[in-house]
């Protein structure tokens, strides 16, 4: 059965990008179909995945330069064609990617939008797991994502807004799931970009998100590193990139910890 992950914070900068990316790169690695759908018009999972170059499927150039959407844009995804496909990145990783184009939606019917975005994605049911990079902010966008997901992710920085941020972004979602989907529950909570100098302020902050959120608290952390940043500029996963790194083995181990709380 395929496992829904919505990547989700409404703070932007967290990691959310970074994480759905390295996440759908290394769960194809190990051998998983892995669906990853960029839902945020910034389109930055999209660049990270292909740089310029973006697919035509994806964005095409009219004669006159202006810009239109493929089949493989995640907007067909909620007012779209019907023979809407993602884009095959490799035999294991599609790509649905995303566009300016996509911030349109925010102007439609929650419901309706959302539904529409259910149904699409649910008949997407060759993949293992389809992992839904949101944009960092309530509102339809991340509601149709929460509306068709399984599970929700949620990196987070460790700093003094963290707690109350990860409360209102759980009170919406309760809210989705007793209203429309009842099958959404949390996966885990992580901490990305961890200094790791400043052993007191975090280990306040950390403490703070384990008192506040037990359980949903996942082991591993992903340290900050600049490594992160030039990985991503190069389009590449952290594997690729330096599989040496501390951030490699963390997001290896990322991995690991999903797998097991999915099933
Ligand atoms: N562990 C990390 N160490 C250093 N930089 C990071 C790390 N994780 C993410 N970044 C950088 O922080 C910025 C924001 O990350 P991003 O994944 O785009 O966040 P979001 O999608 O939540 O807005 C990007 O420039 C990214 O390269
Ligand atoms: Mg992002």
Redesign the pocket.
């Known amino acids: 059965m395929t496992k829904t992950i919505a990547v989700v914070?409404q703070?932007?900068?967290?990691?959310?990008?970074?994480?759905?990316t390295n996440l759908a790169k290394r769960m194809a690695a190990r051998g998983l179909r892995v669906l990853l759908i960029d839902n945020?018009a910034q389109g930055?999972?999209t660049r990270t995945m292909f740089g310029d170059e973006i697919p035509e499927a994806i964005i095409k150039a009219k004669d006159n330069g202006r810009l239109t959407v493929g089949l493989s844009n995640t907007i067909q995804l909620y007012y779209g064609e019907e023979n809407a496909e993602p884009f095959a990145f490799s035999e294991q990783l599609s790509v649905f990617g995303s566009s300016k184009h996509l911030a349109e939606i925010s102007n439609k019917d929650i419901i309706d939008a959302g539904f529409n975005f259910k149904n699409r994605v649910q008949q997407l049911d060759r993949f293992d797991y389809i992992i839904i990079?949101c944009l960092?902010s309530f509102g339809t966008l991340m509601t149709s994502a929460l509306m068709v997901a399984d599970h929700m992710l949620i990196?987070t920085t460790l700093d003094d807004y963290s707690v109350k941020g990860i409360e209102d972004l759980i009170d919406a979602a309760m809210n989705i799931k007793k209203n429309l989907n009842q099958n959404l529950g949390v996966l885990g909570i992580f901490c990305?970009?961890?200094d790791g100098r400043d052993v007191l302020v975090e280990r306040h902050f950390h403490q703070q998100l384990l008192d506040k959120f037990g359980d949903f608290i996942l082991n591993t952390r992903?340290?900050?590193?600049?490594?992160?940043?030039e990985?991503?500029?190069l389009q590449q996963s952290m594997f690729e990139y330096n599989p040496r790194s501390a951030?490699a083995r963390q997001y290896e181990q990322l991995v690991t910890e999903l797998l097991e709380r999915t099933g």
């Open positions: 914070n703070k932007g900068g967290v990691g959310k990008t970074t994480s759905s945020d930055n999972s990079d960092p990196p990305n970009s961890v992903i340290t900050q590193s600049k490594k992160v940043w990985a991503n500029a951030q």
